[in-house]
């Protein structure tokens, strides 16, 4: 069996949330959602655990760990401007690009906090056979497409967008962990950035490498604005695992 | 101002649940979800509302009323096979199509439990002036596309399926209250059924028709699995609105 990493990406600095502190550190339950992420890796038990965090926030991690008594063993990793970049720097710090180690990666959103064990397990089992795997679920909403570009970021100008319908059977949401073989995500990660890069298996795909799709889970949610953190407490709560 | 009408579809006879109850009739709060819905439009108070139910349950649903002590205004249809057959009984019930009724009707899912009072009249208040509108929401996770047909019911063959990633900013997710002008919706729902069918909007714009989107809104959303119910709870818990 390959060596295994994990590589808990919370680069961002967080401006969507409407907040000052980035989404990464909020708490729900009173302790930070990163926190949360590390708890399933740590649980899972099958990796080195790598963190990467934007360069200001490092001490400040650092001090939520004593302060919440986190004693996970863990690297941490400065991030850069992009999270093309954070990837980046992320896998250089497992090794030097090119030098051949054998292992495999699990990219994972640092804002996924409930990441079920059996899901993390089985996309390193399937990435150890096809080098390139990303758990999806169905969607449940209709979906539109514009017809040129893309949404704007000031919804009032959604009226003069041109869309038209898409057959939602076609389409999934794309979760982490993403596991690839280590070679082959630095690889990938060597390519100069483009737009279309929205996530790890869209890197790797652009070198012409196919990505196999496995069943994500529902309780795998991604923290992204104020709505989740109240379905993250709930799913405490609840805890409907 | 046109005549107002809302069209509340709660046909399913509930498979995808994992429950014999239809989801629309699950209680949130020990109240059922159909009457959150009924609620959200009987307060927004603009229309004619007019909820079409599955044969079957029609009884149980005047039993929920009484139960709950419901006493909203409103009529009752019998649903049919699909949902594409629910919408027309309704249209028919509102008047006959080619009858030249001038007015704007609103087709909303009955598992949608909580829809704005603002959302509701801004649809409509756009659709009188465009003929179609929906409310769409942007998508926070990546998506893939399948490279032809869509994904499997059954989940442990997602493994087979090509797929390639699609950026994600030019996808939106589409919500109801999906309003339209009376004679163009009745007019789309009489052509024959078509697989592509996937909203009422998706209809209109077979016929060539042009579809406009208005931004939707985070509270209002489609309770489809258990997941969703718990969702539901919670936001009832905390009314983050």
Request: charged letters at 25%.
């Amino acid at each position: 069996m390959k060596k295994r990493y994990v590589l808990i990406v919370a680069g961002g600095k967080g401006l969507r949330m409407g907040n000052e502190l980035p989404k990464q550190f909020m708490p729900i339950r009173k302790r930070p959602i990163l926190m949360f992420a590390l708890d399933c890796f740590h649980e899972w038990g099958g990796g080195e655990i790598i963190i990467v965090l934007p360069k200001e926030y490092v001490n400040y991690w650092k001090w939520l760990c004593r302060r919440y008594s986190c004693a996970i063993p863990h690297r941490v990793v400065e991030g850069g401007e992009t999270r093309f970049d954070s990837v980046r720097n992320g896998l250089t710090a497992i090794s030097k690009p090119g030098a051949g180690l054998q292992g495999l990666v699990a990219v994972h959103d640092g804002v996924r906090p409930f990441v079920p064990k059996p899901l993390i397990e089985a996309c390193f089992i399937a990435a150890e056979h096809y080098g390139a795997v990303v758990p999806v679920i169905p969607m449940s909403d209709s979906i539109r497409e514009a017809e040129s570009g893309g949404w704007p970021e000031n919804r009032v100008d959604y009226m003069y967008i041109k869309s038209h319908a898409v057959r939602r059977h076609r389409y999934v949401s794309v979760q982490t962990p993403q596991v690839f073989k280590l070679d082959l995500l630095q690889e990938a990660y060597g390519q100069p950035y483009s737009q279309d890069f929205t996530d790890d298996a869209s890197v790797v795909e652009a070198m012409g490498f196919e990505v196999r799709t496995i069943a994500g889970s529902r309780d795998n949610i991604k923290i992204t604005d104020p709505f989740d953190l109240h379905v993250a407490e709930a799913w405490l709560t609840n805890s409907w695992l």
